[in-house]
């Protein structure tokens, strides 16, 4: 088992920052990739940002040039660093890694951590 803790979110103004963090313990043996993805209100789970490795990262068109995501090199740790924050990127943020286990790729979640920016 893998287990994701996230802490970092909050209330911010729109244009302001904030920095999300997330750490993973357990059976960290396995990691692939590891990511962010959020869920507003109504709306389905979607992807913010993964990485596998440092300089190998993937963004959704709506962070791109605004949100930073970075990994440890012992991927115990993501990180995601949020600039120039709008109203609509409001939402729970959830932290995610996949690992290999037994030739199947399973997926781990963290709690979620809420992200509310003011307009």
């Known amino acids: 088992q893998v287990q994701l803790v996230e802490s970092g979110g909050g209330l911010m103004q729109a244009g302001g920052s904030l920095r999300l963090s997330c750490a993973a313990s357990?059976?960290?043996?396995?990691?692939?990739?590891m990511g962010w993805f959020r869920q507003a209100p109504g709306n389905e789970r979607e992807l913010v940002a993964t990485?596998?490795?440092?300089?190998?990262?993937n963004y959704a068109d709506s962070v791109k040039g605004r949100f930073t995501i970075s990994i440890t090199s012992a991927k115990n740790a993501v990180y995601l660093q949020m600039n120039s924050l709008k109203p609509e990127d409001t939402a729970v943020y959830y932290c995610h890694a996949e690992a290999l286990r037994n030739g199947k790729w399973i997926n781990y979640w963290g709690q979620g951590t809420q992200v509310t920016v003011a307009s």
């Open positions: 357990g059976s960290i043996f396995g990691i692939g990739a």
């Open positions: 990485i596998t490795r440092p300089g190998t990262s």
